[in-house]
């Protein structure tokens, strides 16, 4: 059974913040801060994020839930192991396992963003009772079956600039990638803290990320019969320049019959800090509907195929 063990810190707003450890089954010391009280939300980040990421969230939806975020394993002040073999999909979606455990929630809402939406989708099929909903954003990258091979030469040549380069150069040039822009123009003050948080990472547990969780990973496609069996509440976020997850994002829509697709115009990547109000309304309707009893599956006569 993970264990939890919690200290109160300062934020960097100077507000007094819950913040401790998790451990895993395998021994891993995973790092969360929680705020605010009620029915939790769990919020899973990206590979270029921290829980700091979900700053906007935390400050937005703590007046109203429970609200944990937690640095995935390889991101300090979590543990980094330095197994390879600790890395993986499947110990991604685990460790919100564990976050639960340890901090003793029978169940959540899961909100995921990237490599953090991959993990939810996977814990919502591991864990169907345990997820009260699911927010998927972002999720694509590399599932698209004619580019896989394309995603996994350059998760490997990003996970070599971060052994070869130092955190700093590598940091930019990850958050300058093409879905990464988008930030930059609206937010430039907003985009520069996003970066300078990167460049805190580890580089060693970044690499391990990219080549244990990223690039191993089974294609969204290869899981069809299970999002066609899915029950749990999704929604589905994307910008609609984040073009590796705009048709990935429509396939989960398409064939998860409990899901509703929410397209964000003119964003890329990073929707949460991109456009925050935006998608903390979305994300609320979707909650309150959820608990209200009102969020069903697709209705099927809408599925018959006609087009009047």
């Given at each position: 059974?993970?264990?939890?063990?919690?200290?109160?810190?300062?934020?960097?707003?100077?507000?007094?913040?819950?913040?401790?450890f998790?451990?895993?089954?395998?021994?891993?010391?995973l790092y969360?801060?929680?705020?605010?009280?009620?029915?939790?939300?769990?919020f899973?980040?990206?590979f270029?994020g921290?829980?700091?990421s979900?700053?906007?969230?935390?400050?937005?939806?703590?007046?109203?839930?429970?609200?944990?975020?937690?640095?995935?394993?390889?991101?300090?002040?979590?543990?980094?192991?330095?197994?390879?073999a600790?890395?993986?999909?499947?110990?991604?979606?685990d460790?919100?396992?564990a976050?639960l455990?340890?901090?003793?929630?029978?169940?959540?809402?899961?909100?995921?963003?990237?490599?953090?939406?991959f993990?939810?989708?996977?814990?919502?099929?591991?864990?169907?009772?345990r997820?009260?909903?699911?927010?998927?954003?972002?999720?694509?990258?590399?599932?698209?079956?004619?580019?896989?091979?394309?995603f996994?030469?350059?998760?490997?040549a990003?996970?070599?600039?971060?052994?070869?380069?130092?955190?700093e150069?590598?940091?930019?040039?990850?958050?300058?990638g093409?879905?990464?822009?988008?930030?930059?123009?609206?937010?430039?003050?907003?985009?520069?803290?996003?970066?300078?948080?990167?460049?805190?990472?580890?580089?060693?547990?970044s690499a391990l990320?990219?080549?244990?969780?990223?690039?191993?990973?089974?294609?969204?496609?290869?899981?069809?019969?299970?999002?066609?069996?899915?029950?749990?509440?999704?929604?589905?976020m994307?910008?609609?320049?984040d073009?590796?997850?705009?048709?990935?994002?429509?396939?989960?829509?398409?064939?998860?019959?409990?899901?509703?697709?929410?397209?964000?115009?003119?964003?890329?990547?990073?929707?949460?800090l991109?456009e925050p109000?935006?998608?903390?309304?979305?994300?609320?309707?979707?909650?309150?509907?959820?608990?209200?009893?009102?969020w069903?599956?697709?209705?099927?006569r809408?599925?018959?195929?006609?087009?009047?």
């Amino acid at each position: 059974m993970p264990q939890n063990t919690s200290t109160d810190r300062a934020t960097s707003a100077g507000q007094a913040a819950t913040a401790g450890f998790v451990t895993t089954d395998d021994g891993v010391k995973l790092y969360y801060e929680e705020a605010g009280t009620g029915f939790p939300i769990v919020f899973v980040h990206e590979f270029a994020g921290d829980c700091r990421s979900y700053d906007p969230q935390l400050r937005h939806f703590a007046r109203r839930y429970r609200c944990v975020a937690f640095n995935a394993r390889g991101y300090p002040p979590s543990d980094v192991p330095g197994d390879p073999a600790s890395y993986s999909q499947a110990r991604a979606c685990d460790d919100i396992a564990a976050v639960l455990d340890g901090l003793g929630l029978a169940s959540a809402h899961i909100v995921g963003l990237s490599m953090g939406a991959f993990a939810a989708l996977h814990f919502a099929i591991a864990w169907p009772v345990r997820a009260r909903s699911i927010v998927v954003a972002g999720c694509g990258y590399g599932a698209a079956p004619e580019r896989r091979a394309q995603f996994a030469e350059e998760a490997e040549a990003a996970a070599r600039r971060f052994e070869m380069l130092t955190i700093e150069e590598s940091a930019r040039a990850y958050a300058l990638g093409p879905t990464r822009v988008q930030l930059q123009n609206k937010d430039p003050r907003g985009w520069e803290a996003f970066r300078a948080a990167l460049a805190t990472h580890s580089a060693a547990g970044s690499a391990l990320t990219l080549r244990g969780v990223q690039r191993r990973r089974s294609s969204l496609y290869d899981l069809g019969d299970a999002l066609r069996a899915m029950t749990v509440p999704a929604l589905i976020m994307c910008g609609d320049e984040d073009d590796p997850c705009v048709e990935a994002s429509i396939f989960l829509k398409r064939t998860i019959a409990s899901s509703a697709l929410a397209m964000i115009p003119r964003t890329g990547h990073t929707i949460n800090l991109e456009e925050p109000a935006r998608f903390n309304a979305l994300v609320a309707d979707f909650l309150h509907q959820v608990e209200a009893g009102r969020w069903s599956a697709r209705d099927p006569r809408s599925l018959s195929g006609a087009i009047l």
